[in-house]
């Protein structure tokens, strides 16, 4: 269960500091990089990336290359926490459909990632793949944004899942935007609850380069099985 959990707290590494992405692209020939840390308590037991850094770069117009690599940790069967690295994931983010600045047309990204598990310890040996489809559209200082997907995750408890969510952010000063999000996750073992989870967020520009960004939340159904609390927080460049 506590793999479980660990792999759904790795998904939320998508749309920094959201759980929800966006299908904005890095821009071509830039970069933009977290340095982050996140958790999810459920069923009184805690567990997480104690350290981790995402590296997404503009590879061409409307592309985006990303990777990302965690350092994990998770309780053991006596409670003891247990460090490892947590499964790397690749990703291409591709916008097929640009957003109409003066109308009502969204843009819309296809993001296909797969994580690869480095550590046996964490409970799996397979290959996960996701597959969703993001939208976004701005209206002046409000921006929202949501979509899903499917995630095929093989295993003998593990059952393929879906995931969707959508947010809501607003520049309330020149270099701070507040947000929140609500998402859904049907089950992704045959033991486990589905769950729906809300956050806060907040994106801290310090200057051109350099960000803070965090989200914070907890779960509305089955929270004590899924959902207790969660956080992510990261410092974020871009260039």
């Given at each position: 269960m506590l793999a479980a959990l660990l792999l759904t707290a790795g998904a939320a590494q998508a749309g920094p500091p959201f759980t929800t992405d966006d299908p904005e692209p890095t821009d071509t020939g830039h970069w933009e990089d977290y340095l982050y840390s996140q958790a999810v308590r459920a069923d009184h037991m805690t567990s997480g990336t104690a350290l981790g850094l995402e590296m997404n770069y503009?590879?061409?117009?409307?592309?985006?290359?990303?990777?990302?690599?965690?350092?994990?940790y998770v309780p053991d069967n006596s409670n003891r926490?247990?460090?490892?690295?947590?499964?790397?994931?690749?990703?291409?983010?591709?916008?097929?459909?640009?957003?109409?600045?003066?109308?009502?047309?969204?843009?819309?990204?296809?993001?296909?990632?797969?994580?690869?598990?480095?550590?046996?310890?964490?409970?799996?040996?397979?290959?996960?793949?996701?597959?969703p489809i993001w939208a976004q559209k701005s209206f002046g200082p409000w921006t929202t944004f949501g979509g899903g997907g499917y995630w095929i995750n093989p295993g003998t408890d593990d059952r393929?899942?879906?995931?969707?969510?959508?947010?809501?952010l607003r520049r309330v000063l020149p270099n701070l935007q507040l947000g929140a999000e609500i998402f859904h996750q049907s089950p992704n073992r045959f033991d486990q609850p589905s769950q729906t989870s809300y956050n806060g967020a907040f994106l801290f520009d310090l200057n051109d380069n350099w960000h803070i960004v965090g989200s914070a939340g907890s779960g509305i159904m089955y929270a004590t099985a899924t959902n207790q609390f969660s956080y992510y927080f990261a410092l974020e460049w871009t260039k």
């Amino acid at each position: 269960m506590l793999a479980a959990l660990l792999l759904t707290a790795g998904a939320a590494q998508a749309g920094p500091p959201f759980t929800t992405d966006d299908p904005e692209p890095t821009d071509t020939g830039h970069w933009e990089d977290y340095l982050y840390s996140q958790a999810v308590r459920a069923d009184h037991m805690t567990s997480g990336t104690a350290l981790g850094l995402e590296m997404n770069y503009g590879a061409a117009p409307d592309l985006q290359t990303s990777i990302t690599v965690p350092l994990d940790y998770v309780p053991d069967n006596s409670n003891r926490t247990q460090y490892g690295p947590g499964p790397i994931t690749l990703g291409v983010k591709y916008r097929i459909i640009e957003e109409d600045d003066d109308g009502w047309r969204p843009q819309v990204s296809f993001y296909p990632s797969i994580n690869v598990p480095l550590d046996i310890h964490e409970g799996t040996t397979k290959t996960q793949e996701y597959l969703p489809i993001w939208a976004q559209k701005s209206f002046g200082p409000w921006t929202t944004f949501g979509g899903g997907g499917y995630w095929i995750n093989p295993g003998t408890d593990d059952r393929n899942y879906w995931f969707a969510g959508w947010a809501l952010l607003r520049r309330v000063l020149p270099n701070l935007q507040l947000g929140a999000e609500i998402f859904h996750q049907s089950p992704n073992r045959f033991d486990q609850p589905s769950q729906t989870s809300y956050n806060g967020a907040f994106l801290f520009d310090l200057n051109d380069n350099w960000h803070i960004v965090g989200s914070a939340g907890s779960g509305i159904m089955y929270a004590t099985a899924t959902n207790q609390f969660s956080y992510y927080f990261a410092l974020e460049w871009t260039k």
